[in-house]
């Protein structure tokens, strides 16, 4: 399974817009500078994610988005299917009802499924905090060490 860049992008702005919660809205071309996204393309994700409840967005000199919840309250499973759509793995598996060419009950569609349902609790599992997190410790093991 492959994300578009899209939910690349996306999720790397919300962890972004995470450490201002409850701060300030943080401008787009801000964000798009800090990660080295298109601004453009990070707009149109953020439209997305806008309609889907997960950002607000405040107009003006001091505007930008801000998380419309708390980091806690938002998972990855949101973020990913505002922007990439219901998530399965293969057209036969979506839904309950399968669209498949046998249809009948398939070996290889009970794999899919066990796939998608693994993907599926993975990104339930993983709230933006948590991520955000993550990343904050990636970045200050990063940073070099000095010793005196």
């Known amino acids: 399974m ?8 996306a999720l790397r702005a919300l962890v972004d817009i995470s450490g201002y919660y409850g701060q300030r809205p943080i401008g787009v071309r801000e964000i798009a500078m800090r990660q080295g996204i298109p601004e453009r393309f990070l707009e149109q994700q ?4 806008r309609k889907a409840g997960l950002v607000k967005s405040q107009r003006g000199a001091q505007g ?3 998380l419309s919840r708390a980091p806690e309250a938002i998972t990855v499973f949101e ?25 009948t009950q398939c070996a290889v569609q009970d794999v899919w499924c066990q796939v998608g349902l693994a993907v599926e609790r993975v990104l339930r599992g993983m709230t933006l905090a948590q991520l955000a997190k993550r990343q904050i410790s990636y970045d200050q093991s990063a940073q070099p060490m000095y010793h005196i």
């Open 46 to 49: 953020i439209t997305a994610l």
């Open 79 to 103: 973020i990913i299917e505002a922007l990439e759509g219901p998530l399965s793995t293969v057209t036969c598996v979506g839904n309950g009802v399968p669209e498949c060419a046998k249809n």
């Open 2 to 9: 492959k994300f578009s860049a899209k939910s690349e992008y």
């Open 64 to 66: 930008g988005v801000m």
